[in-house]
Nanobody, 116 residues
């Protein structure tokens, strides 16, 4: 199971740090990611980090968001800086792991709201 937290209401230009912890066994070879979704739109990719620490970001996230992993490898963080109203969404964490890379595990989502 994945448990996400850290969302909230923040003014434009503010910051939040999202966390997602994994309970249960997880392969040491995995990718942890964040996605986000607004009503009536498809879920979109935000950032991903591999178990080796390699990270990739969506263009809108580059320079503002930072994904990282906890030292035990069972937690993923997303630091959100310089937030804008366009970042308002439910943020979901995601894990895929060796050997079943085609199986997605999702957290329940955490709401981030940046008022206009």
């Amino acid at each position: 199971q994945l448990q996400a937290s850290g969302g909230g209401l923040v003014q434009s230009g503010g910051s939040l740090r999202l966390s997602c912890s994994v309970s249960g066994r997880i392969s040491s070879n995995n990718r942890m990611a964040w996605y986000r979704q607004v009503p009536e739109k498809q879920r979109e990719f935000v950032a991903v980090v591999t178990s080796r620490g390699d990270a990739n970001y969506a263009d809108f996230a580059k320079g503002r968001f930072t994904i990282s992993r906890g030292t035990a490898g069972d937690t993923v963080y997303l630091q959100l800086n310089n937030l804008t109203p366009e970042d308002t969404a439910i943020y979901y964490c995601n894990v895929v792991q060796f050997p079943q890379w085609n199986i997605d595990y999702w957290g329940q989502g955490t709401q981030v709201t940046v008022p206009a």
